[in-house]
């Protein structure tokens, strides 16, 4: 179990409750990181974030949210008290980071980000004022991820150039598998579901498809001729155009979630060249080969400023969590103040 801290999870508009009840007041202080007062609001907030964090992960494996359940090396608490403490050098660090490196927002785009801060606070503004959040702190939470998505930005654009082919390539490989999907339609034209001799039909030419991909045909020619075979076993109008919905290319992640569909996972297993059928995460039967990361210098180049997008954003955040953890944070006190076991859900 594994919970990938996610930014602005608030901003994002996580938080779909309804709540009512008495807020509570805090002071305006939380604690003071390398001379900086940190606003209760804002550690709350950044609190409220990793709690969200840690619940989804529990409930995408069926658990209820226990503070003192073993969790990642310590427990449900402390997980969120300290990722909170490190958000609050992170906190600290983008602010400075922004400023220091000529950075800023213009009128527009600061009325902007003040503007849809404010509708986000307005749309759960009972929630989080029963945590103690208040506009002024969730505008300072959301401006600041804001922030640091212009710092990534910026360092994607300042180094891009920088990334060679072997790096682009050697993350591929260490990231993900690639394949070439084919599904083909199970209804009719006007949309009703095929009969079982159309449908066994259909099947056949799936089949057919899977065995040709194995032999090592091109895929292109064999998902246009089984998938205009396909329709007209379906009593379907076949359209060049269908190739777009029912021929796929997909990048999946090489290391395993719980959540794989069948497809996902017998892509990763197989090696590049390799052909077969699986169902997808809708339960249709697909065809797929698995195919290189990059087969020509054009297909590299095709996804080049996405590779290195991740890339660099990863490493951007590293760096930064780097210089969160280098500051001098002790939130003992606001663990005192403001326990976890406060969280009003």
Not at 253 to 279: F, H, N, Y
């Amino acid at each position: 179990m594994n919970a990938k801290r996610t930014t602005a999870a608030l901003a994002a508009g996580a938080l779909a409750l309804t709540l009512a009840g008495c807020t509570f007041s805090t002071p305006d202080t939380a604690l003071t990181v390398d001379g900086e007062a940190i606003p209760a609001g804002v550690y709350l907030a950044y609190q409220l974030q990793n709690y969200q964090t840690v619940e989804s992960a529990l409930s995408d494996e069926g658990l209820d949210m226990d503070l003192d359940a073993a969790y990642e090396d310590t427990t449900v608490r402390g997980w969120i008290e300290d990722a909170t403490a490190q958000d609050m050098g992170r906190y600290v660090h983008v602010r400075r980071a922004f400023g220091e490196q000529g950075l800023s927002f213009t009128e527009e785009e600061q009325a902007s980000i003040d503007d849809y801060a404010a509708r986000l606070y307005d749309s759960m503004e009972d929630y989080l004022a029963e945590n103690g959040v208040g506009e002024e702190s969730y505008r300072l939470y959301y401006e600041t991820e804001t922030m640091y998505s212009a710092l990534v930005e910026a360092y994607i654009e300042e180094n891009s150039d920088g990334l060679t082919d072997d790096e682009l390539k050697a993350y591929l490989d260490e990231t993900y598998v690639h394949a070439r999907e084919l599904t083909l339609p199970s209804t009719d034209e006007e949309g009703a579901a095929l009969d079982d001799e159309a449908q066994a039909a259909v099947d056949s030419c799936l089949d057919e498809a899977a065995e040709r991909l194995a032999a090592g045909e091109d895929f292109d020619t064999v998902a246009a001729e089984m998938l205009e075979k396909a329709c007209e076993a379906a009593g379907r109008t076949y359209d060049e155009e269908l190739l777009d919905t029912y021929a796929l290319e997909a990048f999946y992640d090489v290391q395993p979630q719980d959540s794989d569909a069948p497809l996902v996972q017998a892509v990763r297993e197989a090696e590049i060249g390799d052909a077969g059928i699986a169902e997808d995460a809708y339960g249709a039967r697909t065809a797929y080969v698995r195919i290189s990361n990059y087969e020509t210098q054009e297909a590299l180049d095709e996804i080049r400023d996405t590779v290195a997008s991740e890339i660099l954003s990863a490493r951007y955040e590293e760096q930064t969590d780097a210089a969160a953890q280098a500051m001098e944070i002790d939130a003992s006190a606001a663990r005192e103040e403001f326990p976890v076991s406060r969280v009003r859900e």
